[in-house]
């Protein structure tokens, strides 16, 4: 069995160490507040060129509107009640995956795609296939490679589910957040349990094998009771995975935040026993729990990747995936090479443009450093299991390894294994420690004092 996510029982947590502290949620080390536009268009062709033949890769397509403008959402989107934006967008994402494609032939073969966003279930059916064509065309896929779509209910019709089907989906993450009307009318997102029940049925009818639920705590006007009735009710769906994130309430950076009145929001003593309620009913369901914030059925892939110590995480959250690369299509879109990450140019007027013209829409990134690459692995592991070790470390890292193995020493023993214990050649955080990993974590990143970005709440 993989660690639980949560602790389960009564938390014994020092209140002022760490459960109001801003962190990065690390789905990246450097996070993406240090990337810089020293990492170019030219870097990144490097990057590409240097792939090999069986390398295997992932791809994450990023569609950057939707119908309506969530006020809790922190994703790089845009609202349109128009269609011409999109279909304009959608001329240069063709465009984008002509040129990267051409970069990339015969140096790598497709193992997963995620179609994120903003809303890709707005995009028209025709638009739908079309894309799949395009990528098809374009990258050599495994036969067995995975599709992974995310789902917002009150977008879908048989047209779209139809086409998402006929492309190869084989994971559908449908956002639910919370089925109280109250919560959803604070947070501008009206969707019906039973709208939501429908989707889940007619993309399993379509032959779709994973269905994920996301579910979020700290929202305004939650409580324990109404998370927990939330989810109760997404249990009875039997989703193959569950996604139980904090809301993390930036207003500095989404302005559309400012929407949501603070006055109506848990305080973070709150939220936590909001997360350990949601959390002890869903293990009690006979999920995993895997991580910070997901569960999964025993036979889940994630949950099976777990428990193999293979888990990881990306811009996607935690996954199963084991590819070193990560390619990022549209505007925002990160990319992860063996080299460094690279991101899009956000501004999608700017993004189309660039792409128009057959370059690369490369804005920023940052390239690894060893101890980039040793801290990066280090707070990936505690994330992802709760604990590392000490020989991996140093076998993988040599002499920048040990540096770190005496950091990770100094803080068990300064913190008197609050934060971190030694135990045998392993580093564990333990069990009550567990929900502030993001702050455990924090104690390996170099960036974090140096830097002007903020961060969400640790829990």
């Known amino acids: 069995m993989s660690s639980p996510a949560i602790p389960l029982s009564s938390t014994r947590l020092n209140p002022i160490a760490g459960l109001g502290d801003n962190v990065p949620r690390y789905t990246s080390y450097p996070t993406a507040p240090h990337f810089h536009p020293g990492v170019d268009a030219v870097i990144v062709q490097g990057w590409m060129a240097a792939l090999e033949g069986d390398d295997e890769i992932s791809l994450y397509l990023h569609i950057p509107y939707c119908d309506r403008l969530c006020w809790f959402c922190a994703c790089h989107t845009k609202q349109t009640r128009h ?85 190869g989906m084989t994971r559908a993450s449908l956002g639910v957040q919370d ?25 399993r009818a379509r032959g779709v094998s994973s269905v994920n639920l996301d579910l979020l705590y700290g ?22 995975r569950l996604a139980l994130f904090g809301y993390a309430h930036v207003p ?38 895997l991580g910070l914030d997901h569960f999964a059925k025993p036979r889940d892939a994630l949950a099976v990747a777990a428990r193999a110590g293979k888990i990881r995480r990306n811009f996607q959250g935690y996954t199963e995936d084991q590819c070193e690369t990560l390619i990022g299509l549209g505007p925002s879109s990160i990319s992860r090479f063996r080299q460094g990450y690279a ?43 709760f604990t590392f070790s000490a020989v991996d470390l140093v076998e993988r890292f040599g002499a920048v390894g040990q540096t770190l193995l005496c950091e990770a020493s100094r803080l068990a023993i300064s913190g008197a294994g609050q934060f971190l214990r ?26 974090l ?6 961060h969400s709440l640790a829990v």
């Open 179 to 203: 089925f109280d009307p109250k919560v959803q009318k604070a947070i501008n997102r009206e969707q019906s349990f039973a709208l939501t029940k429908s989707i889940v049925d007619a993309v």
């Open 252 to 289: 500095w950076f989404k302005k559309h935040q400012t929407m949501i009145d603070e006055a109506w929001l848990p305080d973070s003593t709150a939220r936590l026993a909001q997360s350990q309620r949601a959390a002890r009913l869903i293990v009690d369901a006979g999920y995993e729990a």
């Open 422 to 447: 030694l135990d045998g050649e392993n580093f564990i955080v333990p069990e009550e420690s567990r929900p502030l990993i993001r702050t455990v974590a924090a104690k390996f990143d170099k960036y």
């Open 219 to 240: 929202l305004p006007h939650q409580t324990c009771e109404s998370v927990a009735a939330t989810v109760a009710q997404a249990l009875t769906l039997t989703p193959d």
């Open 449 to 454: 004092d140096n830097g002007t970005g903020r």
């Open 83 to 167: 269609y011409e934006p999109v279909a304009t967008f959608l001329r240069s994402l063709h465009k984008e995956i002509e040129t990267v494609g051409g970069l990339v032939s015969g140096r790598g073969r497709v193992r997963a795609v995620h179609f994120g966003g903003g809303s890709p279930t707005m995009l028209k059916p025709d638009d739908i296939l079309m894309l799949g064509k395009a990528l098809r065309k374009r990258f050599d896929f495994l036969d067995d490679a995975s599709l992974s779509v995310e789902i917002d209910p009150n977008d879908m019709d048989e047209g779209r589910l139809d086409a998402f089907a006929a492309i």
């Open 343 to 385: 991101q899009n140019i956000v501004a999608t007027g700017e993004y189309e443009k660039v792409v128009d013209s057959g370059q690369l829409a490369i804005a920023r990134g940052v390239e690894f450093s060893l101890d980039d690459l040793a801290r990066g692995w280090v707070i990936e592991r505690l994330m992802c299991n």
